[in-house]
């Protein structure tokens, strides 16, 4: 009976090993640094377009969510016209009245650029500013000795 050579597997040396360890940890470290990279950047991205909200005027919620009737209920007729127009001046509205245009042009926050903004209003500014106009018509109404 003969005998068989045994046959021979071939293997890999212990440096071909290595390498191979070595691109694959290479490969995961570079993938999860892109990916950590790519999210870091959006989040710094939306930080740059979105404004503070202090930045953003006196009433920056009135964009935000609807008032309430306790809110506004004891302000003056110039502070709740101030409130109403500060929606407008927030979408770039471009005032023709002097004391808004001055007003609004001394923000820091403030670009006039649209003679209309009506397309721009969410649906929360459009009912705050007809709630807003509500109590600055009572006020006018109070101002010229009529009550409710």
Do not use: C
Not at 7 to 21: A, D, E, G, L, N
Not at 82 to 90: G, P
Not at 91 to 112: N, R, V
């Amino acid at each position: 009976m003969g005998t068989t050579a045994p046959t021979s597997v071939p293997h890999k040396s212990s440096s071909s090993k290595t390498r191979m360890i070595i691109a694959i940890v290479a490969i995961l470290a570079l993938g999860t640094a892109s990916y950590f990279l790519f999210f870091n950047k959006k989040k710094k991205e939306e930080v740059k377009t979105e404004a503070p909200k202090e930045s953003i005027g006196l009433y920056p919620y009135t964009s935000d969510r609807l008032l309430t009737e306790n809110e506004i209920s004891n302000m003056s007729q110039q502070e709740l016209r101030i409130m109403r127009n500060e929606i407008y001046a927030r979408h770039g509205f471009i005032f023709h009245k002097e004391d808004m245009k001055q007003y609004f042009g001394s923000q820091t926050w403030y670009k006039a650029l649209y003679t209309n903004v009506n397309n721009l209003l969410t649906e929360i500014e459009k009912k705050n500013i007809v709630f807003i106009r509500r109590y600055e018509k009572f006020r006018e109404d109070l101002g010229n000795g009529y009550s409710r």
